[in-house]
């Protein structure tokens, strides 16, 4: 049975940093399309970055590109997702996803007209940044 569990959420201030991970259990990393996406309250969910564990290949929705890394240990069956520079805008819950199909895996489409593909969810963590 594939589990995705997040952690590393908290309460920060503006221009901090905050790292989550997602351990994947169930499933070898791989070759799966993996995702982080967020959403606040009464906003729809959106994605934040995605990435082909097979071949490596990320991509980052506008709002967060040179401030959070998304990144991958096989080792570990983990996937990260460092953010720097974090905003008050970047409160929400953040949720880790995976969904063994590659043909969604890449470009700004993985993470908005086929977000809801992904298979599996993890239950999320909290991101709170106050100014």
């Known amino acids: 049975q594939v589990q995705l569990v997040e952690s590393g959420g908290g309460s920060v201030q503006a221009g901090e940093s905050l790292r989550l991970s997602c351990v994947a259990s169930g499933y070898t990393l791989g070759s799966y399309c993996m995702g982080w996406f967020r959403q606040s309250p009464g906003k729809e969910r959106g994605g934040v970055a995605v990435?082909?564990?097979?071949?490596?290949?990320?991509y980052y929705a506008d709002s967060v590109k040179g401030r959070f890394t998304i990144s991958q240990d096989n080792a570990k069956n983990t996937l990260y997702l460092q953010m720097n520079g974090l905003k008050p805008e970047d409160t929400a819950m953040y949720y880790c996803a995976a969904d063994r199909r590659l043909w969604f895996c890449s470009g700004g489409s993985a993470l908005n007209e086929y977000k809801n593909e992904y298979k599996y969810w993890g239950q999320g963590t909290q991101v709170t940044v106050s100014s």
């Open positions: 990435m082909n564990t097979g071949g490596g290949s990320t």
